[in-house]
């Protein structure tokens, strides 16, 4: 199902596609050097403070033996974990980014709730595709309510360049239909 990224989703993806390029960097900061820091403070609070002295081979042992292991578990544990993420988000804006081209191509999407027509090369008509409400005749403030919220999926649509390049110069007409698509309210808006 195409969903447009949440703004958490966005700010994660911008930072994980320029932090992978760098995975030993990333892997060092968050697995070796938390672990290393961990084998410290062991040797401190442990060995050190009950007054036994270790000979700085065994120190570096640990100290060594902390970093490997933060390198290989934590650390790869929480980069496979990120770019899986990673890939599912890139999965996701790549057909968004495809479900808006076939729109401007074959003039019709449905996307999450809605349904998006392209009638004619200056307008956009965005409908929703259930009726949340359980009455079939809404008053006007459950109707004006119900508008808003297309039009605030439509706001969130207008953050992915593909379709804010689609929809510019165009009128947008929001229609608000029950369940048994009759039209209860339209709304224009300029894009």
């Known amino acids: 199902m195409m969903q447009e990224l949440s703004p958490t989703q966005s700010r994660f993806y911008k930072k994980w596609s320029l932090q992978r390029q760098k995975k030993w960097k990333f892997l060092l900061l968050h697995g070796s050097l938390p672990w290393t820091l961990f084998g410290v403070i062991f040797i ?11 000979g700085l081979g065994k120190i570096a ?7 490997v292991v933060g390198l290989l ?17 890139l999965r996701e804006e790549k057909d968004l980014t ?6 401007s191509r074959d003039k019709v ?40 919220e ?16 689609l929809v510019t110069n165009r009128k947008i007409k929001l229609e608000l239909c029950n369940n048994q698509k009759r039209l209860l309210y339209t709304k224009e808006i300029d894009s």
Request: glycine content about 6%.
């Open 61 to 67: 042992y640990i100290i060594l033996a902390s970093a």
């Open 150 to 165: 297309l039009q605030n999926e439509v706001g969130k649509l207008l953050v992915n360049n593909e379709f804010k390049a």
């Open 44 to 54: 401190v609070n442990h060995r050190i403070l009950r007054g036994e002295i270790l």
């Open 73 to 89: 578990f934590p650390g790869y544990y929480r980069f496979k974990q990120n770019e899986k993420r990673f890939a599912g988000l």
């Open 109 to 148: 999407l449905i996307h999450e709730n809605l349904t998006l027509t392209c009638p004619d090369d200056q307008s956009l008509v965005v409908r929703n595709n259930l009726f949340w409400l359980e009455e079939d005749q809404p008053t006007a403030n459950q109707c004006i309510e119900c508008i808003q």
């Open 98 to 103: 495809e479900g808006i081209r076939l729109l």
